[in-house]
C-alpha cells in the first residue's frame, strides 16, 4: 500500500505561484492530481505516466499548470503559475496504473491540501 502526502498549499493572490509536492512512501506508477471545490464534484488537473514522458492536463489549467516527478525522492510536484481565484480548491495526489482524467482509475488518495487564491 502506498501512502500520499500533500503539502505546499497556502494562500496566494491571484496571478501568483505556488508548487504543490506529493511525497510517496515509495516508488509510484502514473500519478494525478484532483481539486475539488465546495459545492463542487472533484475535477481532474493533471497527470503524469511512470517514466514522465507522457503527460496530460485539464484545459483550464493547460499553459500555466507544470506536472512532473522525482523520482528519486518519491515526489510528484504541480507547479502553479498565474493562480487564479477559481483555482481555489483542495488539491489531492493520486496514484494509479496509467494516467488517466477519472479518479476511479487510480488507487491510492492523499488527505489534500488547500490552495486559496484572492482577487
Known amino acids: 500500500q502506498v501512502q500520499l502526502a500533500e503539502s505546499g498549499g497556502g494562500l496566494v493572490q491571484a496571478g501568483g505561484s505556488l508548487r504543490l509536492s506529493c511525497a510517496a512512501s515509495?516508488?509510484?506508477?502514473?500519478a494525478g492530481w484532483f481539486r475539488q471545490a465546495p459545492g463542487k464534484e472533484r475535477e481532474f488537473v493533471a497527470a503524469?505516466?511512470?517514466?514522465?514522458?507522457?503527460?496530460i492536463y485539464t484545459d483550464s489549467v493547460q499553459g500555466r499548470f507544470t506536472i512532473s516527478r522525482d523520482d528519486h525522492e518519491y515526489i510528484v510536484y504541480l507547479q502553479m503559475n498565474s493562480l487564479k481565484p477559481e483555482d481555489t480548491a483542495v488539491y489531492y495526489c493520486?496514484?494509479?496504473?496509467?494516467?488517466?482524467?477519472?479518479?476511479?482509475?487510480?488507487?491510492?488518495w492523499g488527505q489534500g491540501t488547500q490552495v486559496t487564491v484572492s482577487s
Open positions: 493520486a496514484t494509479g496504473g496509467r494516467p488517466s482524467r477519472e479518479p476511479r482509475r487510480y488507487d491510492y
Open positions: 515509495g516508488r509510484t506508477y502514473a
Open positions: 503524469i505516466s511512470w517514466s514522465g514522458s507522457t503527460t
